[in-house]
């Protein structure tokens, strides 16, 4: 896809989010109608000196398409480089993290410190967009603090230097996670720039995403927090941005069957040993507020195989329908 052909559909997509959306669960957001998703960030620093996980953690594959590769950094030449990698996984954008507020990126200049220094954003946006041919994207908070709200100075910046479309996370670097949401910035962004603005933060359903899209005037929304353990929280949201229709959420049996579908995929592509690992966190969003999750909870946080994943999901399956 060249720049000029970069459409925003107006749905929701899935959020970059490290230690979380590799390549397993994107595939089964891809599944569940999510419009976009987005690679766990990458370092550019990592890529440009062939660090294996990182070029690892950026490849993309046909069944999660239409896939972003995101990228931090700080260096206008090496975040170039990385672009320029990252466009060579067959991915249909590069985004460029400047709201992470880890200290182990912020810290060091890149993710959200770049709201510090949107000349250096700009910069940074300009090589990656030349040094590529697909659309560059953004994805930004609403500024440092509560003191420097400057999303729109850096939203315009951006779309000077090249960028095809931006995300704004609707809260401050400061704000970390935290309620509330400044949708008036967002709006702010999207009415000062011509490009596509999708809006983030706390869109957890049908009404949450009407929400962010009425108050803001966004071309779409992205979901993180909300599409842990619940992937098809995407078909929901899509569902009623397309038609108006409210679907339940699926059945407990469903909900066993995509988890063990999705940590069976994360074992394929990890192996066993760190799949299994890596699954406990996933399990635990998985029967998030089902009855008697703490307990369940505690069993998973010593599971050792799939098939003990399998019997675990058929004890939860149970227990929902005796109680019921
Ligand atoms: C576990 C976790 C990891 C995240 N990793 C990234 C990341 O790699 N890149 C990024 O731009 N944002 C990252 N984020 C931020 C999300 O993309 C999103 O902006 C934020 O969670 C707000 O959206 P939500 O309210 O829908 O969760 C992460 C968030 C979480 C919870």
Request: charged share 25%.
């Amino acid at each position: 896809m060249t720049r000029d052909e970069f459409r925003v559909e107006k749905a929701a997509c899935l959020a970059p989010m490290a230690g979380v959306t590799d390549r397993a669960f994107r595939e089964i957001c891809i599944e569940y109608g999510a419009s976009c998703v987005t690679t766990e960030m990458v370092s550019a620093k990592g890529l440009v000196i062939g660090d294996r996980k990182s070029r690892m953690l950026m490849e993309v594959t046909g069944a999660e398409m239409p896939a972003a590769v995101q990228i931090f950094g700080c260096e206008p030449v090496i975040m170039a480089k990385a672009a320029s990698q990252a466009e060579k996984t067959g991915c249909v954008s590069v985004d460029i993290n400047m709201g992470c507020p880890a200290p182990k990126v912020s810290g060091h200049g890149g993710g959200a410190a770049l709201m510090k220094d949107p000349v250096l954003a700009a910069e940074i946006a300009k090589a990656c967009a030349e040094a590529v041919s697909i659309p560059v994207t953004c994805k930004i908070r609403t500024g440092w603090d509560e003191g420097s709200v400057n999303a729109v100075e850096m939203a315009k910046r951006l779309e000077d230097a090249g960028v095809s479309a931006l995300t704004v996370h609707g809260r401050t670097r400061r704000q970390m996670y935290a309620p509330p949401v400044d949708y008036d910035t967002i709006r702010a962004v999207k009415e000062s720039v011509g490009i596509p603005v999708t809006g983030n933060g706390d869109v957890i359903d049908p009404a949450s995403a009407q929400l962010m899209l009425d108050k803001t005037g966004c071309d779409a929304v992205m979901v993180g927090r909300g599409a842990l353990g619940a992937p098809w929280v995407f078909k929901i949201i899509n569902e009623y941005l397309k038609t108006g229709a409210v679907i339940p959420e699926p059945p407990i049996e469903e909900r066993m069957a995509v988890m063990l579908r999705h940590i069976a995929r994360l074992c394929e592509y990890k192996g066993d040993y760190v799949g299994i690992r890596e699954a406990r966190k996933h399990a635990g969003w998985y029967i998030k507020g089902i009855r008697g999750a703490a307990s369940f909870r505690r069993e998973i946080g010593s599971l050792e195989s799939l098939d003990e994943l399998k019997a675990l999901a058929d004890k939860v399956i149970e227990s929902q329908v005796d109680e019921s």
